[in-house]
């Protein structure tokens, strides 16, 4: 996928930079996610705006209700079942993601009845986290310009840079977990069935395990961050979203000489992702 993910950053990024100012999250940030990954899982061009909705709903619902949480909901009854539709066998295009994993149900790995709950997972988990992730990655490089310097010199290290941006800055700052059985952890007792909520956010800046672990550096080697989770709760999808984030920010690196914010960054009030939702920009050209 490497190759048609790079040349649609490209033209993308093109489009973007001919205009000098753009908002970085509705203009990029959203944009090309929601134009490649569909794309890859199989699914048609038809009301991929509700991708948007659905992903928002998803990671929204992960606290306490509030009213940004409420406004979604309010558009469940049209998107939910229009999801529903899009992860059937029939509406999916044949060698897809979203395709093999029906093919894994002919062949007995899953149930019939899992497949389609698989291939909404790919959307659930890999759209709105990937969103939020390149999102970050424009804020933290267009915070620290010498950071971009760097990496407009060198644009290979646009995937670097985003991973230090789940490092630094993490889209999803914490998962929640049930614990199913009682168990103990640094001497605390936890009971069977308990609600666990694990900071990635604070381990991925730990003084014990990173050094300068609040300076963003594009340089440093950053494996062993738990942006995309671990061991067998890691991301399956995480190349792909590593893949996107690199082509977005290469593709900026090998125009872009610099960029600044050029008006007031706006978060989502969601309670299960740190994303922007407005990131206006200026960029000079290489």
């Given at each position: 996928?490497?190759?048609?993910?790079?040349?649609?950053?490209a033209a993308?990024?093109?489009?973007?930079?001919e205009?000098?100012?753009?908002?970085?999250i509705?203009?990029?940030?959203e944009?090309?996610?929601?134009?490649?990954?569909?794309?890859?899982?199989?699914?048609?061009?038809?009301g991929r705006?509700?991708?948007?909705?659905?992903?928002?709903?998803?990671?929204?619902g992960?606290?306490?209700?509030?009213?940004y949480?409420?406004?979604?909901?309010?558009?469940?009854?049209?998107?939910l079942?229009?999801?529903?539709?899009?992860c059937?066998r029939?509406?999916l295009?044949?060698?897809s993601?979203?395709?093999?994993?029906?093919?894994?149900?002919?062949?007995?790995?899953?149930?019939?009845?899992?497949?389609?709950?698989?291939?909404?997972?790919?959307l659930?988990?890999?759209?709105?986290?990937t969103?939020?992730?390149?999102g970050?990655?424009?804020?933290?490089?267009?915070?620290?310009?010498?950071?971009?310097a760097?990496?407009?010199?060198?644009?290979?290290?646009?995937?670097?840079?985003?991973?230090e941006?789940?490092?630094?800055?993490?889209a999803?700052?914490?998962?929640?977990?049930?614990?199913?059985?009682?168990?103990?952890?640094?001497?605390?007792?936890?009971?069977?069935?308990?609600?666990v909520?694990?900071l990635?956010?604070?381990?991925?800046?730990?003084d014990?395990?990173?050094?300068?672990?609040d300076?963003?550096?594009?340089t440093?080697?950053?494996?062993?961050?738990?942006?995309?989770?671990?061991?067998i709760?890691?991301?399956v999808?995480?190349?792909?979203?590593?893949?996107?984030?690199?082509?977005?920010?290469?593709?900026?690196?090998?125009?872009?000489?610099?960029?600044?914010?050029?008006?007031?960054?706006?978060?989502?009030?969601?309670?299960?992702?740190?994303?922007?939702?407005?990131?206006?920009?200026?960029?000079?050209?290489?």
């Amino acid at each position: 996928m490497e190759d048609a993910f790079k040349a649609k950053a490209a033209a993308l990024v093109d489009d973007l930079v001919e205009k000098g100012a753009f908002d970085a999250i509705r203009d990029l940030a959203e944009v090309f996610p929601l134009t490649v990954f569909p794309d890859a899982l199989g699914i048609d061009n038809e009301g991929r705006e509700n991708f948007l909705t659905y992903g928002a709903m998803v990671f929204a619902g992960m606290g306490p209700e509030n009213d940004y949480f409420r406004s979604l909901m309010a558009h469940a009854p049209k998107v939910l079942p229009w999801v529903a539709a899009k992860c059937l066998r029939q509406a999916l295009a044949p060698g897809s993601f979203g395709a093999q994993v029906y093919e894994a149900a002919d062949t007995g790995e899953i149930t019939e009845e899992e497949a389609p709950l698989l291939v909404r997972s790919f959307l659930s988990a890999g759209l709105d986290t990937t969103i939020s992730a390149i999102g970050m990655a424009l804020y933290s490089l267009a915070r620290h310009p010498q950071q971009w310097a760097i990496l407009a010199a060198n644009p290979s290290l646009a995937r670097a840079a985003f991973d230090e941006t789940l490092r630094y800055d993490t889209a999803a700052p914490y998962v929640f977990r049930t614990t199913p059985h009682e168990t103990e952890v640094a001497g605390v007792p936890i009971g069977k069935n308990e609600k666990v909520l694990l900071l990635i956010a604070s381990a991925n800046r730990d003084d014990a395990r990173w050094e300068r672990a609040d300076q963003f550096d594009i340089t440093r080697r950053v494996a062993g961050h738990i942006g995309f989770g671990t061991g067998i709760h890691g991301c399956v999808g995480q190349m792909v979203a590593r893949l996107e984030g690199e082509a977005v920010l290469a593709a900026l690196a090998e125009r872009v000489a610099s960029i600044e914010i050029a008006g007031e960054p706006l978060y989502r009030d969601s309670s299960g992702l740190r994303a922007l939702s407005s990131l206006p920009v200026r960029v000079v050209t290489q």
